[in-house]
């Protein structure tokens, strides 16, 4: 659930099947005419106007989307305003980009954490955002009804921006508020959500990653768990309290609400409601969806991340510098990796395939038993198979030529970005008109402005060493795996000449391209040059990369207008086939809620897994030798003399725990809630045997991780001593109940 770029995204909308009170992910404006009866008998005590209200206060005020933006479209973490200051709870691996910006060899926060003890040392982020949602609105019926039935594709998509564009502008009110509008239910309803927009983030407090990321790319999915995935930002406002760029004149923003903080012992069967934003479900896709997947999609992604991964965790085990600069890289790559394999597992183990191919079998039946359902829905399912089946023809060579080629090593990808620059000087070489010669020139100015103020960014967190490694050992995978007719001449002739050393192959284009170092590049940048684009070895086998790729690409068919049509159409008559059904929309980055209950679980014969973990399962796991599992040396002193001070109970500290709530990736810092709307922990991962599940979810299999708040304030308060941000906090504690004494106890004790 970690922040991550896919290269390929497949969000298709809708879940066809059976809810339950723990599954879906809910939109905030149905909670009193879908969900509240349900979660008021589970153990809700909030009204509906104390959980979603335009006009006053109310719970989604205090949640936030994490982005790198000022315009989000979507997020990639949710957090959680704990203070009337702004103050912000998300997970460590949410907050780790940033930390690692602000990490040196010098003043390494990832090894050894960084907790800002008063506001002048809480550190600017550039570039990341936090989103609130103000309002949100059902717009289908400004949208549907304007739009002919015959539309499709392009012409359908036309005609819906030209609606969007004006409720956008209109909704936005002059820029105050970023507005998103997005499609439903595979685009059979639409709904627009309304932000404000804070783009000064600041970094609070984090503890090191022995804390953070315990347990490491070993755990990662895994339970039980014992990870205090968390940090701290803090978000400001100009001095009247609007969003603002940074500025020492900002001040920390007072929220319409925030969350109050429940220290009472987790129990099980505890009442569990989630908030985030959810980044993409695909619980609609088909039996043949789901065939292409597993044939298809994932293979290559697994191979190809994991060959990169080998390089980077070689590098990054050789030398400290290097691993903070490819920390973050590493971190996201490695968990898309182990998801993928997760997720194909859980798909053959859940038997999937069958399960939807029986559901589509009573859809079909369902469809037949009526003419006017045969002439609408007859062929859906027939079009998304022929589609799954002409895509997967080379689609695996498609995606793994594109990992492993111009996608593999940092370098092509960085020289590929001087293709518009060969363009202009292209233009301007053939340009014979004295006065449009002029405005190419300036073009080319331009894009050379633009290409060295880049330059700083690339090479930031960038080890030639390592990519050159990459390279070498991408370039072999893509050479052996690829059919001829994708290898670019400019390749082919370099395994000839070194005879196959794809080291040597390596080290040549390293050496003679413009691209490998800064100085390489400021030098060309000086004096640009089409004569030494063309030469550049770099630049070259990015050009031919990307035109082999994009050749491969043309020939797979997906089917178009038709497919969208069928997606949209086989959404609609599943809806239509179970008119008494609740339906949830499948995730796509808006705020969603849901609700479930603390629980263990029983993942396989004689297996059960507890609810809780305890800080003595993190002592259990210590391992000096491995970098995943070191404890700090604080940290094992506060347990060997049982100094939990309050977080603590019966000499016990628990860190993790379980919940049976439906998220997926994106709401990764989502805060987990009691009954009151009060913070019980901070979701944090799924677990392993229900990694499927953005495909179908498993009532008796899937679980939230989820850490305890308790661990996180002991953390805060204990290990680093950063006392203030506790007293910043709204703390409750239920007390306890009185015990009942018979009256004949009480006048013997007064008697004597």
């Avoid at 973050?328 to 053959?348: C, D, E, H, V």
């Avoid at 603390?598 to 000096?624: C, M, N, Q, R």
Wanted: glycine share 8%.
């Amino acid at each position: 659930m970690k922040k991550l770029s896919y290269l390929f995204a497949f969000i298709i909308l809708f879940g066809g099947i059976k809810v339950k009170a723990d599954e879906g992910m809910w939109l905030p404006i149905f909670l009193e005419r879908l969900n509240y009866v349900d979660m008021e008998k589970m153990g809700l005590k909030l009204t509906p106007e104390e959980i979603y209200s335009v006009n006053n206060g109310s719970l989604k005020d205090a949640i936030v989307g994490l982005s790198d933006g000022p315009t989000p479209q979507g997020f990639f973490c949710t957090g959680e305003i704990v203070s009337n200051e702004g103050l912000m709870f998300t997970n460590h691996h949410c907050g780790f980009g940033n930390i690692q910006e602000h990490s040196s060899v010098d003043h390494d926060y990832l090894a050894d954490g960084f907790w800002a003890m008063s506001r002048d040392e809480e550190l600017p982020n550039e570039g990341l955002s936090a989103s609130i949602l103000y309002r949100m609105e059902d717009i289908t019926d400004s949208i549907i009804p304007n739009i002919s039935d015959t539309l499709k594709g392009q012409d359908r998509s036309a005609a819906i921006k030209e609606i969007t564009t004006r409720i956008k502008k209109n909704a936005s009110e002059d820029g105050k508020y970023n507005v998103v509008l997005k499609s439903f239910f595979s685009g059979n309803e639409y709904y627009m959500f309304v932000y404000e927009v804070y783009t000064d983030v600041r970094l609070v407090g984090a503890p090191p990653s022995s804390i953070g990321k315990f347990g490491g790319d070993t755990d990662n999915w895994m339970w039980p768990r014992h990870t205090g995935d968390f940090s701290i930002f803090r978000i400001y406002t100009a001095p009247d309290g609007s969003p603002a760029e940074y500025s020492e004149e900002n001040i920390p923003l007072v929220p319409k609400h925030f969350l109050p903080v429940n220290l009472d012992p987790i129990k099980a069967n505890d009442f569990s409601m989630i908030w985030g934003f959810p980044g993409g479900t695909e619980r609609n896709l088909t039996s043949s969806g789901i065939e292409f997947k597993i044939n298809n999609f994932y293979p290559p992604i697994i191979e190809g991340f994991g060959k990169k991964l080998e390089v980077w965790k070689d590098h990054m085990s050789n030398d400290q510098e290097v691993k903070i600069k490819y920390a973050s890289k590493y971190a996201g790559t490695a968990n898309g990796w182990k998801l993928f394999i997760g997720q194909m597992k859980g798909i053959k183990d859940l038997d999937l395939y069958n399960e939807k191919k029986a559901f589509e079998d009573s859809f079909q039946t369902w469809v037949e038993e009526d003419q006017a359902r045969k002439e609408k829905y007859g062929d859906v399912l027939e079009v998304l198979y022929q589609s799954n089946k002409d895509k997967a023809d080379g689609f695996s060579t498609m995606i793994l030529a594109s990992l492993t080629g111009i996608g593999g090593t940092e370098l092509l990808g960085y020289a590929s970005d001087f293709s518009a620059l060969k363009s202009f000087m292209e233009g301007y070489k053939e340009e014979k008109d004295k006065k449009k010669k002029e405005k190419k020139l300036e073009q080319i100015d331009k894009e050379v402005a633009k290409l060295k103020e880049g330059i700083t960014g690339q090479f930031e967190n960038y080890d030639m060493a390592t990519d050159e490694d990459v390279f070498a050992a991408l370039t072999e995978l893509y050479f052996t795996k690829v059919p001829k007719e994708m290898q670019p001449e400019l390749l082919v002739d370099l395994v000839k000449k070194f005879k196959g050393n794809y080291n040597e192959i390596a080290a040549y284009v390293f050496e003679k391209s413009n691209f490998s170092t800064e100085a390489k590049v400021q030098a060309f940048l000086e004096k640009p040059s089409l004569k030494t684009l063309d030469k550049d070895p770099a630049f070259v086998l990015a050009s031919e990369f990307r035109t082999s790729i994009m050749a491969a690409s043309g020939n797979i068919k997906r089917g178009g207008d038709e497919v969208e049509t069928a997606n949209r159409l086989f959404v609609e008559g599943i809806r239509e086939m179970q008119p008494d059904k609740k339906f949830y929309p499948d995730a796509n980055s808006t705020l969603r809620f849901s609700y479930g209950k603390v629980l263990d679980y029983y993942p396989k014969d004689a297996v059960h897994f507890d609810y809780v973990t305890h800080l003595s399962g993190v002592i259990a796991k210590e391992d000096p030798e491995n970098d995943e599992f070191i404890v700090p040396a604080k940290l094992v002193e506060l347990y060997n003399d049982k100094d939990y001070g309050r977080y603590g109970q019966d000499d016990k500290m628990i860190v993790c725990y379980l919940s049976n709530n439906d998220i997926t990736g994106g709401n990764s810092g989502s805060p987990v809630m009691n009954g009151n709307g009060e913070l019980k922990g901070i979701a944090f991962d799924g677990n392993w045997e229900a990694m499927s599940s953005d495909i179908a979810f498993s009532p008796k299999l899937q679980r939230t991780i989820v850490v305890d708040i308790n661990y996180v304030l002991f953390i805060i308060d204990k290990f680093a001593g950063a006392k203030h941000l506790i007293d910043e906090l709204s703390i409750v504690v239920t007390p306890p109940t009185p015990v009942s004494v018979p009256l004949e106890e009480e006048v013997e004790v007064i008697m004597n």
